[in-house]
T-cell receptor, first 115, second 114 residues
Framework: DTAVSQTPKYLVTQMGNDKSIKCEQN?????MYWYKQDSKKFLKIMFS???????INETVPNRFSPKSPDKAHLNLHINSLELGDSAVYFC??????????????FGEGSRLTVL | AQSVTQLDSQVPVFEEAPVELRCNYS??????LFWYVQYPNQGLQLLLK??????LVKGINGFEAEFNKSQTSFHLRKPSVHISDTAEYFC????????????FGTGTQLKVEL
């Protein structure tokens, strides 16, 4: 069983389109994240949800809208896609609070290519 | 501002040679320190972590790292690398009171050659 799973793994689309990436974790964690990895491999945090509540919202264009229907799922919707959105998007999860150790469990990534 | 720096973007090394990947951080508060590995076309996997206690931590695949508070460093080492260690390695820091956010360095590409 995959602990943190993302769909789709690959996504190729045209500029201006709207697309979504889904993430699910079966680890029983209460916190989920979206990270963006650019072509130079740099990883930047975008959002984090704890028990469906947004707790981290970095400087990200408002074309990006995360949604967490429950603590096991975190989706990312992107409107009006731009060339610069091309990247690999990673979902990750952990448990915060007194059990927090900073260790994140990552999905395998969703590679988005905007043409 | 708190930050993490990986000075080497690429480290080529021959198989069975030792390797050290450098990581330095900047923080005025206590930290948790991590090394993650990313194999081609895969997600990130935890290699090892320092939370407290012994400053020398051992991880998977024969890697180890030493926390040096005075040098604000957490360098990753392996005494003898294998071809299969070829990957991208990321140092990461979580700051106490940092809002449960893991900040990554820019990564070091380890390339092991025959």
């Amino acid at each position: 069983d995959t602990a943190v799973s993302q769909t789709p793994k690959y996504l190729v689309t045209q500029m201006g389109n709207d697309k979504s990436i889904k993430c699910e974790q079966n680890l029983g964690h209460d916190t989920m994240y979206w990270y963006k990895q650019d072509s130079k491999k740099f990883l930047k945090i975008m959002f984090s949800y704890n028990n469906k509540e947004l707790i981290i919202n970095e400087t990200v264009p408002n074309r990006f809208s995360p949604k967490s229907p429950d603590k096991a799922h975190l989706n990312l919707h992107i409107n009006s896609l731009e060339l610069g959105d091309s990247a690999v998007y990673f979902c990750a999860s952990t448990t915060i609070g007194r059990l927090y150790t900073g260790e994140l469990f990552f999905g395998e990534g969703s590679r988005l290519t905007v043409l | 501002a708190q930050s993490v720096t990986q000075l080497d973007s690429q480290v080529p090394v021959f198989e069975e040679a030792p390797v050290e990947l450098r990581c330095n951080y900047s923080s005025s508060v206590s930290v948790y320190l991590f090394w993650y590995v990313q194999y081609p076309n895969q997600g990130l996997q935890l290699l090892l972590k320092y939370l407290s206690g012994s400053t020398l931590v051992k991880g998977i695949n024969g890697f180890e790292a030493e926390f040096n508070k005075s040098q604000t460093s957490f360098h990753l080492r392996k005494p003898s690398v294998h071809i299969s260690d070829t990957a991208e390695y990321f140092c990461a820091v979580s700051f106490t009171g940092g809002g449960n956010k893991l900040t990554f360095g820019t990564g070091t590409q380890l390339k092991v050659e025959l």
